[in-house]
């Protein structure tokens, strides 16, 4: 009985991950784990009906392992971007809307007034809001 059990663990673990692509890539690992943890319980609770206590609690601890980790999430790592080149100042001057000859507290103002619009807590995007912090550094920092 045990060798037939091995023997079906072995064949469904190939046909999961024994290809070139695995059958579950990606999140599918999470219903892979699931269907074994089910199977392994389904196995534990026939062999303990049949009182082979060493081989159920063996399946039993096999379900459990399968089941917390098809609980577990995968971690995902993001790809770290590539340095943006720097902006010009007259990138940065369109950006705020500023002239070429306004000063530090017209800078400071253009700013302030347009962040409060694209600030990501009152509904704008980080992205437009890193564009704004990058245009007043690099006239402010700049000079």
Same mark, same amino acid.
């Given at each position: 009985? /045990?060798f037939? /059990?091995?023997?079906g663990a072995?064949?469904?673990?190939w046909?999961?991950? @024994?290809?070139r692509?695995?059958?579950?890539a ?5 219903i =892979?784990a =699931?269907?074994? #943890?089910a199977?392994?319980f389904? @196995?534990?609770?026939?062999?303990g009906?049949? #009182?082979?206590w060493?081989?159920a609690?063996?399946l039993g601890?096999?379900? /459990?392992?399968?089941?917390?980790s098809a609980?577990?999430?995968p971690?995902?790592?993001k790809?770290s971007?590539p340095?943006?080149a720097q902006? #010009?100042? #007259?990138e940065?001057?369109s950006?705020l =809307?500023v002239?070429?000859?306004? @000063?530090?507290?017209?800078?400071q103002?253009?700013?302030a ?7 990501p807590?009152k509904?704008?995007t980080a992205g ?11 006239l /402010?920092k @700049?000079?």
């Open positions: 009985m /045990l037939y /059990l091995i023997l072995v064949v469904v673990a046909l999961l991950w @024994g290809k692509k695995p059958l579950l990606g999140e599918g690992w999470r =892979g =699931g269907v074994m #943890s199977a392994a389904a @196995g534990a609770a026939y062999t009906i049949r #009182s082979q060493p081989v609690i063996a601890v096999i379900g /459990l392992w399968c089941a917390t609980r577990q999430r971690v995902v790592r790809v971007e340095a943006k902006l #010009s100042a #007259s940065a001057r950006i =809307g002239d070429a000859k306004a @000063g530090p507290d017209e800078i103002a253009a700013y007034r347009l962040i409060r619009l694209a600030h807590d509904g704008g437009l809001a890193a564009q704004l912090n990058a245009a007043r550094d690099r /402010l @700049g000079r």
